[in-house]
């Protein structure tokens, strides 16, 4: 901290812990921190006692891994959702997405992370073992792999494949292509040779 | 908070406060509350706490309202400080800034924001009647008004003069100009033009 040689170890303090936030540095955290000394002190009180409320309390769902208020979530409890469809993904951030498109009616399965040996992440410190009790019920008709397509994604895809391709199970992965309101110029080439590669018949009702 | 749709209102309350800082959206937030869940803890407790310790316990020095661990900060406190000079600043970054360039040895004064009637901001939400007793009480041989060149800026400023004036006080403000390294091609017109306008003897000596 001595870097910015502030005058305060208080502040000091706030600065520090404020910029282990990713993406935050210290000058931004030093912004962040002026800007709570002038909330009420009964605001700052909530900001800093809603966090360490939600980092001792919160709970994940036993059977998704999701992030809930409930020992079952809210998608895992409703009773509508095709619980032998079962789509694996990083985080509730994923989670939230494809919620968002409406297009999905199965279950998730969060994972918590994608296996990276970079950052010491193994399939141990994933929920990996969770899901292939759910593949030995048998209940799961099919797995839909929904990581993202990096390096370490795809790593974690080929894991999954490995462990759960000899349960009879349907194992597919999202369509890849070029995004809807795309402009061909401007997609990398990967994308454009594999969306080529896996071409479509032409459909011309509005649904496909 | 539905627009994100979270499955937890811990997360949903951590996300909310989150996403009052500056500069910080829903998304963002949300990406830093899942990344305070990673953290073991006792490290978020301390996250929390040293803000909320922060907000309660800091003080402002009463000589010239920076923000400081005791009643008297350590510029204010240091006797090789010149006390009759004064530079009145915005804020403790401003201070930082300065002292950062160690070609200052007089004191300043923090005024805590500026005259800005668009957010409320009136003079007496500043430390400006500090100021004015500073000046009556004939301690202060000359006033630098530090403030950044923007309309609220300029309007306080110009406020400070009008108080200042009558006192026997010589009061100046930072040169303005073409910065060091800056290429003529790329300075705005305004700068351009004052530095024109207030142009200098040249002098071959390193120090002027």
Redesign the interface.
């Known amino acids: 901290m001595e870097v910015?040689?502030?005058?305060?170890?208080?502040?000091e303090?706030?600065v520090?812990?404020?910029s282990?936030?990713?993406?935050v540095g210290k000058k931004?955290a030093?912004?962040?921190?002026?800007?709570?000394?002038k909330?009420e002190?009964h605001e700052?009180?909530?900001?800093?006692?809603?966090?360490?409320?939600?980092?001792?309390?919160?709970?994940y769902?036993q059977n998704c891994h999701?992030?809930?208020?409930t020992e079952t979530?809210?998608?895992c409890a409703n009773p509508e959702r095709n619980s032998g469809l079962v789509c694996v993904v990083e985080?509730?951030?994923d989670?939230?997405a494809i919620?968002?498109t409406h297009q999905y009616k199965g279950l998730y399965h969060v994972l918590g992370g994608k296996i990276s040996p970079m950052d010491g992440i193994g399939p141990n410190d994933l929920t990996i073992d969770s899901l292939i009790s759910k593949a030995e019920s048998g209940t799961i008709g099919e797995v839909i792999l929904a990581l993202s397509t990096t390096i370490e994604g795809d790593t974690t895809n080929f894991y999954l494949y490995k462990k759960l391709k000899n349960y009879p199970i349907q194992i597919s992965t999202l369509a890849r292509g070029v995004g809807i309101g795309d402009e061909l110029e401007y997609t990398d080439e990967v994308t454009l040779g594999q969306s080529i590669l896996h071409r479509k018949l032409f459909d011309d009702s509005l649904n496909t």
Do not use: W, Y
Request: aromatic residues 4%; proline residues 2%; glycine residues 6%.
């Open positions: 910015l040689g502030l005058s305060s170890s208080l502040l303090g706030a520090h812990e404020l282990r936030l990713p993406g931004t030093l912004r962040l921190a002026l800007f709570l000394l909330l002190e700052v009180e909530s900001f800093g006692n809603s966090i360490i409320k939600m980092r001792k309390e919160i709970q769902c999701n992030i809930s208020d979530c809210r998608i985080d509730i951030r989670v939230m919620e968002a």
